[in-house]
């Protein structure tokens, strides 16, 4: 089992308010990910990390920023919660980007977050 | 545009049959692709894999076919085990680019 957590594990929280989802791992891997999946769309790629203040959007990053200024640690923010950001958050990492059975993504086991 | 395809949202299958999900996609270029299975409430977790050199990665019960002219690739479970109902996902991975999901086809084997 990866040593990857997720914190909190559940959220609730209003519209407009701001909301940090955190992810830690103790691998010591150089990418991070974070993904949300929802009904009917799978999981989509939000931000993801290849090193220490090193980040790059990917496909729905509008809405989120990340933050990385430890190896260990990845931080999704969203600025200001909107009741489509409801849904749940993984977490992953993963030792290299090369892909393919010897590097794969290890995942977290979520954050559900719920915008009311 | 999605690059990965799942068209099947739902599998039904018996206990001890074959299972086979499938995946359609549309890019020429590419490394591998990759399954993840997914339980509730769980993060999912990485099956089996096939390179592009490839038209055929097995591993015990799970074989993963390739069929590059058709641009599609299949997942086979044999035999079929009530442990293997879960959500299976098929991903793309080409270069530098991080991993590409379909939407996932919720398998359930019937006891």
């Known amino acids: 089992d990866a040593g990857i957590t997720q914190s909190p594990r559940h959220k609730v929280t209003e519209t407009g308010t701001p909301v940090t989802l955190r992810c830690h791992q103790t691998e010591n891997h150089r990418y991070m990910y974070w993904y949300r999946q929802d009904p009917g769309h799978g999981l989509r790629l939000i931000h993801y990390?290849?090193?220490?203040?090193?980040?790059d959007k990917g496909e729905v990053s509008d809405g989120y920023s990340v933050s990385r200024s430890k190896t260990e640690d990845f931080l999704l923010t969203l600025e200001s919660a909107t009741s489509s950001q409801t849904s749940v958050y993984f977490c992953a990492i993963s030792e290299s980007n090369l892909g393919g059975g010897n590097s794969p993504l290890h995942f977290g086991n979520g954050t559900r977050l719920t915008v009311t | 545009d999605q690059q990965v395809k799942q068209n099947s949202p739902s599998l039904s299958v018996q206990e001890g049959r074959i299972s086979i999900l499938n995946c359609d996609y549309t890019n020429s270029m590419f490394d591998y692709f990759l399954w993840y299975k997914k339980y509730p409430a769980e993060g999912p977790t990485f099956l089996i894999s096939i390179s592009s050199i490839k038209d055929k990665n097995e591993d015990g019960r799970f074989t993963v076919f390739l069929n590059k002219s058709a641009k599609h690739l299949s997942l086979h479970i044999v035999p079929s085990q009530p442990g293997d109902s879960a959500v299976y996902f098929c991903?793309?991975?080409?270069?530098?680019?991080?991993?590409?999901f379909g939407k996932g086809t919720r398998l359930s084997v019937i006891a």
């Open positions: 990390s290849y090193g220490v203040k090193d980040t």
């Open positions: 991903a793309e991975k080409w270069g530098n680019t991080p991993l590409v």
